[in-house]
């Protein structure tokens, strides 16, 4: 049976929004849909408690290379502060805080921190045990400092952290007997420090849990000898943390009191464990607990370096936890008084509220909860708000962690009057997912549900046949969540399937989807079967993963006509054969209907903007060196329209750039209301889009708009086509072992030297200009020696244009040399015609399946706007005494428009006039007699993905 899911309500939240009471004011969403048990967290805007921090979106060893991962996906996760190991040292084989501090410190990081230990190769450090010359240690630390001050371009950015788990086994275990031997070696390592950079900001104490006891002879010794830390530290990484970290806070702070001690900055350096990566219920629980105490946090390193710690999907995109952590980057303002059901307490309803008054914003992160939820919002203030509200909520789901999310819908949307509390219901269903909830004065046009139609069900409570069901424990730190809990394995036989029974609402294209681990380093890429009413329909293909608890995402489309289906998912497609790399768990299904081609728009008045709102346009105003930030979401590489709405008061030009680079063409010859559209490569997953103009432009909206006929501006090139790639040196063509994704042959043995290396002919017609370079490779190159980190290599790509440059991509591991992933790389070209040279002098290239060139820019159209039109007329009559006022209004615009009539004796709101049609009101105005007037007609609608509104008035005649 299918379990209700926020997306099966979406149908029926939007038609309930159509319904439009007298006031104007909307009906809210649909019930939720575990109505039985209900979370109320309280939200008091009135109740602020300091700046927004932000600082608990830090990361350990979430960057590993330079590249890795992208720039939009560091810029929209905006992780505030990094710890990195020591430059040039070997704990792992990336990490080094010199290769990954530009892309830090460009999109918005704050400060790097780096474990000096970690210079070490070693897990525990030099074999667990203090060098017995600890000299040896002091001369590490000094090159460690030295490294930073000469190489670094932002040396006062760093701080170092002399011992990382000291209490652990890392030399000074047993402080009974160690106690002396770590205030000395402190105090010897913090004045080696100084020695080498005097204004070296210091960390520590860095312990893997709260301890007291060690905290107070610490910080004892370190004033007494003139070597406190700058910042403290310790780790809480346990679920139980969330039980009791407040608490280990409060004691810390009072050790430092009793001490004479000024606060230190806190950065818990290391929290939250494998079940908690990736998934957004969890993580905003955590996020919610340093944020209410104002600390800064890093996310630990378990796994996989160079991938926010799981918090980001595949090269470049974004699964659900991604997105949690991107509006938590949003926060500005205050934070404010939040109420949950139960404070302190693992696994339930937490969350961040915050309110911006200059942007006249608030905002409710929340989540972790089973139960449907209600938000009781209060102190709003009519001053900043106005007298009546949007709120917009949108969701997170949990999608694995390899598994692409795209944006969040808006799964709730709410028109309401300032005043008292005001309740917005959820229909949450899974404590893995999270929410965020937007309050703004009233904007043009009420906000809508997202009318996709979605449904899903667990793997488990499917029609199961010879595959089994695992529990996978919730509250085990080691273990990878799953969503309900369970999930299914052991899908390897012929006659293994899972059956779903399932209705859907119209006739037409619907994506299958299944949220599924695949262990890539034993069977590579994997497939199953997807049959519909007993017949063979599709392939649904996985792409390998780290294990078969680490969770990517496999989707296939499929035709299905209204009514009732039984979707089967099997092991075989003939029945008597194994499909290759069958042996999958399978976690969650979904099922969405697909409409056209993908579209979404991303309001300007939620973007990331230091330019002045205009809710009463829905719009940023832009001018002089203000701009807007978009982070969108594409879900296959391709060409994708971007369409930006906005008005001018006179002629304007727009600046784009997309990934920080410059897209030209784009802008308004006149005051009016436009849509400037340019044709973009887009690669896989999010990309940054800022928008800025000299002139005044207030932009509303942008909208992505997948363009798949534009692909044939896109040239492809098979590694082995010969007539365009020539090999040199020990390049050569390969086919990989079964199963594999491989189209073809694949390229490999690129690099490792200047001799081996392919040339690519330039595609006639590609001439100079800027174009992404797509390139399909594998690369599973790991070291093997560490404890428990996969310690995964990134393999770069150098492009040389033949008369040109180099351009370098990073390409990060992708689990199995049989599997394949894309990647793109951004490539400026400057000569018409020049080779492109592919390899690397030093190291290895990934293999390549095969490339793509694809010009950035095709096309830019600039289209003024047509406005809304309707033709309106008002007159008096008197029936039994009494004045009425008849308003008529005839919809003349070309789509359809919601119209508001009001008069100084009333108002009617009338939704979804259809182009032609004629509403009509009649108002008693309960007068014997009234004075010439006017109504005023209020048109809004959509036009080309943004809101628009237009006001109109009538004039009617005296009446005695």
């Not at 370190?222 to 039980?243: C, G, I, Y």
């Not at 499909?579 to 979404?600: H, K, Q, V, W, Y």
């Not at 809304?868 to 008529?888: F, Q």
Request: hydrophobic share 35%; charged share 20%.
């Amino acid at each position: 049976m299918t379990r209700p899911r926020p997306n099966l309500a979406r149908v029926t939240a939007c038609t309930a929004l159509s319904a439009l009471v007298i006031s104007g004011l909307a009906v809210g969403a649909a019930a939720p849909a575990n109505a039985a048990t209900v979370d109320v967290i309280g939200v008091d805007f009135s109740k602020t408690d300091g700046a927004v921090k932000g600082g608990a979106s830090g990361m350990l060893y979430g960057l590993s290379d330079d590249g890795v991962p992208t720039d939009p996906i560091i810029a929209g996760a905006s992780p505030k502060n990094v710890t990195q190991k020591a430059p040039h040292g070997a704990q792992h084989p990336n990490g080094d805080p010199l290769q990954v501090e530009d892309s830090f410190f460009d999109n918005g990081g704050q400060y790097l921190m780096t474990n000096i230990q970690d210079y070490y190769p070693d897990w525990a450090y030099n074999g667990g045990k203090r060098p017995s010359d600890f000299s040896t240690y002091l001369t590490i630390v000094r090159k460690v400092v030295k490294s930073v001050v000469d190489e670094s371009d932002h040396p006062e950015k760093y701080v170092f952290t002399p011992f990382n788990e000291p209490d652990g086994g890392n030399w000074y275990g047993d402080w009974g007997a160690m106690k002396d031997t770590y205030l000395q070696d402190w105090k010897a390592v913090y004045q080696a420090i100084k020695e080498v950079y005097p204004d070296a900001k210091i960390a520590g104490n860095g312990d893997t849990r709260w301890q007291p006891d060690r905290t107070r002879d610490f910080l004892t010794y370190a004033k007494a000898n003139n070597v406190l830390p700058d910042m403290f530290t310790w780790h809480e990484l346990s679920r139980s943390s969330l039980q009791y970290f407040r608490q280990h806070l409060t004691d810390y702070r009072k050790i430092e009191s009793d001490l004479g001690i000024s606060a230190r900055p806190v950065n818990i350096t290391e929290y939250a464990m494998r079940r908690d990566m990736s998934v957004p219920g969890n993580l905003v629980q955590w996020l919610a607990m340093f944020e209410d105490e104002k600390v800064d946090a890093q996310t630990a390193y378990w796994t996989y370096a160079g991938n926010l710690n799981d918090n980001m999907a595949k090269n470049n995109s974004a699964n659900g936890a991604w997105w949690l952590l991107k509006w938590y980057g949003d926060l500005s303002g205050q934070t404010v008084s939040v109420t949950p059901p139960a404070l302190n307490a693992p696994d339930t309803l937490q969350g961040i509220g915050a309110v911006d008054t200059a942007k006249k914003q608030a905002t409710v992160l929340f989540g972790g909860t089973n139960n449907a939820t209600r938000l009781d919002l209060s102190g709003l203030d009519p001053a900043v708000f106005g007298s009546t509200v949007d709120v917009q909520v949108r969701e997170a789901e949990w999608s694995g962690q390899e598994g692409e999310a795209q944006a969040p819908p808006v799964v709730v949307t709410k028109r309401v009057a300032v005043g008292g509390t005001v309740q917005i219901d959820v229909p949450s269903s899974n404590r893995l997912d999270a929410y965020q909830a937007v309050i703004t004065p009233a904007l043009p046009t009420a906000p809508a549900v997202d009318s996709t139609w979605s449904t899903s069900i667990e793997a488990e409570n499917t029609a199961l046949k010879d595959v089994t069901a695992y529990a996978q424990d919730p509250a085990a730190d080691w273990t990878f969540s799953a969503s309900g809990g369970r999930d299914v394995g052991s899908t390897n036989k012929v006659t293994s399937s899972l059956t779903w029974k399932v209705d859907v609402p119209t006739t037409g294209t619907y994506r299958f989807g299944a949220i599924a681990g695949v262990n890539g380093s034993k069977i590579g890429p994997g497939s199953h079967a997807l049959f519909v009413d007993g017949q063979k329909a599709a392939t649904i293909d996985y792409e390998a993963g780290f294990d078969w608890s680490y969770r990517g995402r496999g989707e296939t489309l499929v035709s299905l006509t209204q009514g009732s289906h039984e979707l089967s998912v099997r092991m075989s497609a003939d029945g008597s054969t194994l499909l290759p790399g069958s042996d999958i768990s399978l976690d969650r299904f979904d099922l969405t209907r697909i409409d056209g081609p993908e579209t979404t728009t991303y309001p300007a008045v939620l973007s990331r903007t230091d330019a002045p709102l205009d809710y009463g346009k829905g719009a940023a105003v832009l001018s002089g060196d203000k701009s807007a930030t978009f982070f969108a979401s594409a879900r296959e590489t391709g060409y994708y329209d971007v369409a930006v709405r906005y008005s001018t008061t006179g002629a304007a030009g727009l600046g784009l750039r997309l990934n920080d680079r410059t897209v030209t063409g784009l802008g308004a010859d006149k005051a009016g209301t436009w849509t400037s559209t340019a044709r973009v490569h887009l690669a896989e997953g999010i990309s940054e889009l800022r928008l800025a103009s000299a002139e005044w432009a207030a932009v509303q909206s942008v909208t992505i708009t997948r363009a798949v006929d534009g692909d044939a501006s896109s040239v492809r090139v098979e590694g082995e086509d010969s007539s365009r790639i020539a090999l040199h040196g020990a390049a050569r063509l390969e086919t990989p072992g079964a199963p594999t994704n491989v189209s073809g042959k694949q390229l490999g043995y690129l690099g490792g030297g200047a001799d081996n290396y392919a040339t690519l002919t330039r595609p006639s017609g590609l001439g100079v200009g800027q174009y992404d370079l797509t390139v399909r490779y594998s690369n599973a190159e790991k070291n093997t020696g560490h404890a428990y980190n996969t310690d995964v290599i990134t393999r770069f790509l150098d492009v040389t244009e033949d008369g040109g440059a180099t351009t370098r991509g990073a390409f990060r591991n992708n689990y199995s040399w049989k599997g394949f992933w894309t990647h793109t790389v951004p490539l400026d070209v400057s000569t018409t015609s020049g080779s492109l040279r592919l390899g690397n002098t030093t190291g290895n290239a990934p293999n390549i399946d095969w490339l793509a060139l694809s010009p950035l820019v095709t096309k830019t159209t600039n289209a003024a706007d047509a406005v809304l039109k309707a033709d309106a007329t008002a007159s008096t009559r008197k029936l039994a005494g009494k004045v009425y006022i008849t308003v008529d209004v005839t919809n003349t615009s070309s789509v359809v428009t919601d119209v508001a009539i009001a008069t100084a004796y009333g108002s009617k709101t009338f939704t979804g006039v259809q182009p032609g049609k004629k509403v009509s009101v009649s108002i008693n105005t309960t007068k014997s007699s009234i004075p010439a007037g006017q109504a005023t007609i209020t048109l809004s609608g959509t036009v080309n993905g943004g809101p628009v509104t237009q006001k109109i008035t009538a004039s009617y005649n005296a009446q005695n």
